[in-house]
């Protein structure tokens, strides 16, 4: 039971180059969440889709571009990447029933380093 | 505006002591999720509680105890007696229910805590 499982691990990409993060889930759950993680900033929201086929901005959306695959997969994808997305990105869902609010269930993360 | 604040960037403690971790929050939603992880070195995140908006009743976890104020917006982490094992980052995060219901959390910036033995 793998319950939320992002690839790749660690990344390391240059300037300018393109990548897509991967996330898979097998909870059965409608809601998934892209998030980043910098020293000192808390995770901060990139996006979300609340279920399949929607996707919103978060917090911080510049310079990512997402896709809700199917109700499993979420993936984030950075079209040119900037020094500035170097981060831990972390993928989460939650059950998404109305008015819940449950606790999110977090993918190990994938640490992205850009020279 | 949506905010949560944890003031204490770094906690130091020796083993056995006890020790309380700050949580502040803004919200102007009247339904709201409350939560705190923990992220020890290895860098999942865990998931230690959740509290909504209309239970105040505080609750204690084997060491673990949590303090929920409405009237001061707090929502403050204790550890009793604390262990080795309770290094980590801890993160207190808001959800807002409201019309929307998106579940998104809202994070503080976290506080690392070191417990030395």
């Known amino acids: 039971n793998a319950g939320v499982t992002q690839t790749p691990k660690f990344q390391v990409l240059k300037t300018g180059q393109s990548m897509t993060l991967q996330c898979a889930q097998d909870?059965?759950?409608?809601?998934m969440y892209w998030y980043r993680q910098d020293p000192g900033m808390g995770l901060r929201l990139i996006y979300y889709?609340?279920?399949?086929?929607?996707?919103d901005k978060g917090e911080v959306p510049n310079g990512y571009n997402v896709s809700r695959l199917n109700k499993r997969e979420f993936s984030l994808r950075l079209e040119s990447a900037a020094p500035s997305q170097t981060s831990v990105y972390f993928c989460?869902?939650?059950?998404?029933?109305?008015?819940?609010?449950?606790?999110?269930?977090f993918g190990d993360g994938t640490r992205l380093s850009i020279l | 505006a949506q905010k949560v604040t944890q003031a204490q960037t770094e906690i130091s403690v020796v083993e056995k002591e006890d020790v309380t971790l700050d949580c502040v929050y803004e919200t102007r939603d009247t339904t709201y999720y409350l939560f705190w992880y923990k992220q020890p070195p290895s860098g999942e995140l865990v998931f230690l509680i959740r509290r909504n908006s209309f239970d105040e009743q505080n609750e204690i976890s084997g060491r673990y105890s949590w303090n929920f104020q409405k009237s001061t917006s707090s929502f403050n982490f204790t550890i009793t007696a604390s262990q080795v094992v309770d290094s980590a980052v801890y993160f207190c995060a808001l959800s807002e229910a409201g019309s929307s219901n998106t579940g998104k959390l809202i994070f503080g910036q976290g506080t690392t805590l070191q417990v030395k033995p």
């Open positions: 889709s609340a279920s399949e086929g929607t996707t």
């Open positions: 989460a869902t939650e059950q998404g029933a109305f008015y819940s609010n449950q606790p999110q269930h």
């Open positions: 909870m059965n759950h409608n809601s």
